[in-house]
């Protein structure tokens, strides 16, 4: 039982960290000008980027840190969310992730390394 509870502690922690940096983070528009690091314009409380990730992988990370659905995600980065699906999975492919939560708290542990 200890276990459990542990985890789910470290899953109240990712959700309260969310829907902090939701709060906190106004929506942006997600034109990039082309930068390789354009992770970071679609919000700037989350500066984050993983070279083993695609510029658009990285976008929907950070999307998904937000706490963003994939409806709400396609639509900000004005893309399908068939695609948004798509990306997502290649997301939990490379870093060896089993679902969202563990892309969010990655991010979010990223991007306060930084």
Known sequence: M?????ANDARAQVRISIVAA????PRASTKSAGTRCAASVDDSSISFYDEALTDT??????AVSRGLSNKEIATELE??????ENHISHI????????????????LSKSEDR
């Open 79 to 84: 893309i399908s969310v068939r695609t948004v």
């Open 2 to 6: 200890p276990a459990a509870r542990a």
């Open 57 to 62: 992988e990285n976008r929907v990370a950070v």
């Open 22 to 25: 939701r709060a906190a983070a």
């Open 92 to 107: 939990l492919d490379k870093k060896g992730f089993n679902n969202r939560v563990e892309i969010a708290r990655y991010v």
